[in-house]
Nanobody
Framework: VQLQASGGGLVQAGGSLRLSCAAS????????MDWLRQAPGKEREFLGD????????YYVDSVKGRFTISKDNARNTVYLQMNSLKPDDTAVYYC????????????WGQGTQVTVSS
C-alpha cells in the first residue's frame, strides 16, 4: 500500500484545515487508517483512526469534537478535518495504514506540516 498525504499549511488559531491521505496499491489489505502527529521535540502522538471497511472512527480525547476522520470509498482517500485549531496542534501530521486491529503500521504517508499561529 502506498499513501500520499496532502493538505497541510499555515492557519490562524481557530481556523480549519483538511488533510487528505490517498491510498493506492493493495488497498484491500487495509484494516484501518490512522492519523498521527509529531510536534517538535515531542513523541509521535496517535490522534484517531477509521476502520477501512466499516467506517467506524475513534479519537483521542485531545482532539475529540474538533477533528473528524472520514473516508471516500470511491477515491480510497481518508480525510482529517481539523477545526478550532490551536497553536498546540502545530506538528507534522502523518497517515498510516495497518492490516489488523493492532497498531502496527504497514505503510506511512510522507507527513504534512500543519502550523497554527496565535
Amino acid at each position: 500500500v502506498q499513501l500520499q498525504a496532502s493538505g497541510g499549511g499555515l492557519v490562524q488559531a481557530g481556523g480549519s484545515l483538511r488533510l487528505s491521505c490517498a491510498a493506492s496499491g493493495r488497498t484491500f489489505s487495509i484494516y484501518a487508517m490512522d492519523w498521527l502527529r509529531q510536534a517538535p521535540g515531542k513523541e509521535r502522538e496517535f490522534l484517531g483512526d477509521i476502520n477501512w471497511s466499516e467506517g467506524n472512527t475513534y479519537y483521542v480525547d485531545s482532539v475529540k469534537g474538533r477533528f473528524t476522520i472520514s473516508k471516500d470509498n470511491a477515491r480510497n482517500t481518508v480525510y482529517l478535518q481539523m477545526n478550532s485549531l490551536k497553536p498546540d496542534d502545530t506538528a507534522v501530521y502523518y497517515c498510516a495504514s495497518r492490516s489488523s486491529s493492532r497498531r502496527e503500521y504497514n505503510s506511512w504517508g510522507q507527513g504534512t506540516q500543519v502550523t497554527v499561529s496565535s
